[in-house]
């Protein structure tokens, strides 16, 4: 089963919104075995438009269109597809009833021109989800298919999930479910963890079901995804359950996260189970820690603030830290313990390291501290983070999470 | 004259890298008045990048291949442009030779492997930049051309703007210079300056240089691009250099920045200039304005600090802010006030708003109060900012940097 995606809309060919959705589609298709070998951009431009999903679909069994199904003149996805179909397109009154009923639920006027989001070409019916204006379609040519998604992300996401990965799956013979879970780790290369898997994988190569696969993530680690295939749902998810259970006894506390869950959000989960609060202290990561733990909702429960002390006289008045100690061991201890304090915390953490110091270190480029302070001990550990001045920052950042994580657990 | 672009990379149709490279080349492209009506992603298979290439090279005069230069069996790119071209592959040894020093310099010995990337198709040549051990190829097809250029951006955008594009330019006939420059707005609709700059536009179409592009860049603002033609690098300036001041004339201040320069930027160089320091205590924006301050080179100059005070007794013990006072005016102005006497600084700036409450309020939601305080005055400004938690954040980083860049305006 072959599909291609077709991303519509001149502002993606002049750079100025950079196409996510087809890499979402893609790794989407991956996961359900479909092969996607080519995606392609293209302008608001009906000839054009008409020869790449022409081109496509002789290609492919199925093409997904992205994009071009807004009110205005430029929105002409449904007239090529039309074209591809050699049908007229035909207005469903009752898709437009839809439509204007969103209108005046927000207390608006449906423009007129939104009707044309009613036209559908002949032979082609749409897609049940329709969280915007703009209702998706199936477009039957031959025994293949075209695809219409609107170019707003979540509306293509839902259209995706609710009906045209599942269509796909049926279309290409395979009637059963397939489920997939992500286990996110942090501290070990894509080869290092291969390597650990190595006997794990090889079991699972000769029996085809599940299957692990790996997927880097930059600063955020490595992404491990185990799929498994059933007749069932029910069943689907017990062969990934059991398989993430030989994962787990491999890989340990390599793993810090599942499926949505983020390291901040594994660390405040953590917090809040032993309900203990949280400070900050942040020299090297200059504000990326309390940003991503901010960010999270329902934070404030455990996460009591954040401080980003640049000058040496502030970390003097505030933390009681002397102005010149910094980039150090013992800076990263003392930011620790004092944040802890002043923050009326139970614990508090910290970043610094050579980073934030102008003055030659005989330490390797790119050494950081970080510091956890509890009531009972303060704990530092030194690390080497690699890349430039924004890369450490943001290495700092997880590098002391996963840190606060292990610790975390060491507590039980 | 139109050039295609071609992603190389199974992992792009994947999902796991999202192809911002065509984005940035089409951004380019377009600036320099040359078309790019289709860009393809593909993945890393001989026949399938031979189709692709081939594909794009009958409909387009140039095309630009990125990825597949690396040293490893993936990296087929030159194998598919030989094959295209119809020639053999020839292995050029000064090539290796410079390679080899490249991992010499770094203390490392060349892996064979790597001698991959002296094989030139017949007739070829190499572009002139290499910033990294791909070199980039120029391969000449009857009056068309393809170019090869690494994935790896930086390698990219170097070989594009030093070869690239002006070998582009000089095939298209046109001889001469094209400069560009961005002036970035903030506080009005891309609409709105449509309209402010309207009879100028009506001017510099019936001339057609220099032109004026509008592109609306999110939570970043609208940019306007000011691009001009002429025969030699300073005529194009000139043009520029005068468009410039027109369009100052009618949009003032809403221009913060041009170019590189981001509103922090602009905001810390003329908090340096008038020898002023500044601290922040954010509660809506969590962290985010304390972040990109940070990330700015030397900006420990002028920027003193910043505090997420997301616990009430936080706010109460260190800025003496009664932990009950959030989100309303008050307390944006309190916050302000007392973050810059408790860090010392000359100008203390804060974000508070209905996001940080959870009490019912009969302000429009979204609203949200901009905090400045300085030794003589604390002013506030009432927003109502769009979108759900997340753009909110956002929006008040750069409507409170706004604000402040207004303020130190007036300081003159």
Not at 349 to 366: A, F, K, Q, W
Request: charged share 25%.
């Amino acid at each position: 089963m072959r599909c291609e995606v077709v991303a519509i809309g001149t502002e993606l060919l002049l750079g100025q919104i950079t196409d996510t959705n087809s890499s979402w589609i893609g790794e989407q298709l991956a996961l359900a075995g479909i092969d996607s070998l080519y995606q392609i951009k293209v302008g608001d431009n009906f000839d054009r438009m008409v020869e790449c999903i022409r081109h496509s679909l002789e290609r492919a069994d199925a093409v997904i269109t992205c994009g071009g199904l807004g009110p205005t003149q430029d929105d002409i996805t449904r007239e090529a597809i039309a074209e591809v179909m050699g049908v007229p397109l035909v207005r469903h009154p009752e898709i437009g009833d839809r439509i204007r009923k969103m209108f005046e639920s927000r207390g608006r006027t449906m423009p007129e021109n939104n009707l044309r989001q009613a036209d559908v070409p002949e032979g082609a019916s749409t897609i049940p989800q329709q969280p915007g204006t703009a209702p998706g379609l199936i477009c039957p040519v031959g025994e293949k298919v075209i695809y219409a998604v609107p170019g707003v992300p979540h509306e293509m996401e839902t259209m995706m999930q609710g009906t045209i990965l599942p269509d796909l799956q049926r279309r290409s013979g395979f009637t059963g479910i397939i489920k997939s879970r992500v286990l996110k780790t942090w501290g070990h290369s894509e080869s290092g963890l291969a390597e650990l898997l190595g006997d794990r994988i090889n079991i699972l190569d000769a029996a085809g079901n599940p299957t692990i696969a790996f997927q880097a993530s930059g600063i955020e680690g490595i992404k491990v995804r185990v799929t498994a295939k059933s007749d069932t749902q029910a069943g689907a998810l017990a062969l990934i359950a059991a398989e993430e259970d030989e994962v787990r006894k491999i890989l340990g506390t390599y793993i810090f996260a599942t499926d949505d869950e983020s390291m901040e959000s594994v660390v405040l989960d953590e917090l809040r189970r032993k309900g203990l609060t949280l400070a900050v202290a942040e020299v090297t990561s200059g504000g990326l820690i309390g940003t991503r733990l901010s960010a999270i909702d329902a934070s404030g429960e455990v996460f009591r603030g954040s401080i980003i002390p640049v000058a040496g006289s502030v970390r003097q008045s505030l933390l009681d830290v002397p102005p010149d100690e910094i980039g150090t061991a013992a800076a990263a201890s003392k930011l620790a313990n004092a944040v802890r304090i002043v923050f009326g915390a139970d614990i508090g953490i910290s970043t610094t390291g050579l980073h934030d110091v102008s003055t030659r270190s005989e330490l390797p480029p790119g050494t950081t501290f970080l510091g956890i302070s509890t009531p009972n001990s303060t704990d530092v550990e030194q690390v080497r983070l690699p890349g430039d001045r924004e890369r450490i920052r943001q290495y700092s950042v997880i590098s002391l999470l996963n840190y606060l994580r292990l610790k975390l657990q060491d507590m039980d």
